[in-house]
């Protein structure tokens, strides 16, 4: 398990009630199982009272006690880099093995899911030197934190396969983290399938919105309105923010954000299709090196 966060509420309702869905996976762990938990999530204690007697619970993160964690953690100038390091289940954890680890995909996050990763093959017998050749060697699917220069040297990042608040939030911090070199802009879609709470978390992107560092953020999709709600009056001097109601007039203001030297992020819910425009934009400005 990877993280407890706010997504499908619609469906499944709040964060406690997220958490107890997710954690019935661990009901069908056999006896001898290995579960891999998230050691710095708010609902690690819960999520490990439910791993049952006889099944081993295995962290990971970058906390000091995590049995997989990661420490010296490099973000700029790529590629990223940290220690991986492999703790037993004593107090304290000693330290069993460590190994310094290249990723080839900028974002914290990436590194938090390369932990994870490390902490599944270590229960599966693994050796700590065959996951950092693996790591060095991964590549992210389509539309996962896929990064994109362009002919022109403007980067395209389409992290468009899906989104929620905390996802949303990962990517940007990743994203300004990636690029302190390049003027930064973002084309933002609704979170869908958040219920009656979807206003709420709209409005509270769009404050978080104001306290990053992009010049220009395009926002699409109904809910977005919501977003541009909260951010507008926080945005001043050479920081915009607009929203485009239909795809033609997002299309042509993403246009005017793909400069040389600037670096776009692209997220949302799958429903609102961003990969389209990516698509679009790369015909049009040509695509150069896809990492």
């Known amino acids: 398990m990877t993280n407890i966060s706010l997504e499908h509420t619609a469906t499944f309702g709040t964060l406690d009630q997220i958490a107890a869905g997710e954690s019935e996976i661990l009901d ?3 006896p001898g199982g290995t579960a891999v938990l998230p050691r710095d999530d708010s609902y690690y204690e819960f999520l490990k009272s439910r791993v049952g007697s006889g099944r081993t619970a295995l962290n990971f993160g970058f906390s000091p006690d995590a049995n997989v964690s990661a420490s010296r953690v490099s973000l700029w100038p790529g590629p990223v880099s940290f220690r991986l390091t492999h703790r037993d289940g004593s107090a304290g954890g000693r330290v069993i093995e460590e190994r310094d680890c290249v990723l080839p995909v900028p974002g914290r996050f990436n590194v938090a899911n390369a932990c994870a990763a490390a902490a599944l093959c270590l229960a599966l017998g693994t050796s700590l030197e065959r996951i950092a050749a693996g790591l060095a060697e991964y590549r992210p699917p389509a539309m996962r934190f896929e990064v994109l220069t362009l002919k022109n040297n403007a980067v395209l990042v389409n992290d468009s396969y899906n989104a929620n608040p905390g996802s949303m939030r990962s990517s940007l911090e990743s994203f300004v983290d990636a ?101 679009r934009l790369t015909e049009k400005f040509g695509a150069g090196l896809r990492v």
């Open 28 to 30: 069908e762990l056999p």
């Open 179 to 279: 690029f302190p070199n390049r003027r930064l802009g973002a084309v933002l879609g609704d979170m869908l399938e958040l219920g009656e709470i979807s206003r709420r978390e709209h409005q509270l992107l769009g404050k978080y919105l104001a306290g990053l560092p992009f010049e220009k953020i395009l926002l699409h999709g109904p809910q977005s309105r919501f977003t541009y709600e909260g951010a507008k009056s926080h945005f001043a001097g050479e920081k915009s923010i607009s929203y485009c109601p239909d795809r033609e007039t997002l299309m042509r203001e993403a246009e005017h954000l793909v400069q040389p030297g600037n670096a776009v992020l692209f997220k949302a819910s799958r429903g609102v299709r961003l990969e389209e425009i990516v698509e």
